[in-house]
């Protein structure tokens, strides 16, 4: 069992009962799924995108565990030379053991190698219980080889929980481990 799940169940569980007052075990909040997404707009030229994507796909792969599905255009826009059907992204939805072990790594390896890093904002909830966040370089995973990327390009992770209390997802989150950021004291106590 992944040691994140394990403390989930063994301490975070129990302990969000308690607080939230909740009578019974499962209606405390959880995590439900794990969605990461990259956009993949340039180069314009056709042919020059599907290498990207390829490329892409095969990072993913790599950081998540999973193969990706490669999103499309729905239509066609001009004024960004993109013809319906041309791949945009690539994303991937984790669920079960995979999820657990792609936010064991980000909490614990990953999120710490970000440059110049004070934590997660803790306002990125949607008003759902969900967590959103956002990684300006692909990079920061170590299972990424610098000189096999042809561009450094962000991604989106997003956290999808059982509860609609973004208070309770957010409790649950720092309980597991996420680093949030710090709130700053003024210096004159204010």
Known sequence: MNRLKEKYQQTVRP???TEFNHDNPLAAARITKVTVNMGVTRPVE????????????KQFAVITGQHPQVTKAKKAVADFKLHQGDPLGVMVTLRGEKMWE????LVSITLPRVKDFRGISKQAFDGQGNY???????????????DQIESVRGLQVNIGTSTKSDQEALRMLELLGFPFEKEEINQEGK
Do not use: H, T, W
């Open 102 to 105: 792609f936010l064991d790594k």
């Open 15 to 17: 302990a969000l009962q």
């Open 46 to 57: 056709a042919s020059e995108r599907e290498k990207v994507v390829e490329n892409v796909v």
């Open 132 to 146: 959103s966040l956002g990684l300006e370089e692909q990079i920061v995973f170590p299972e990424i080889d610098y």
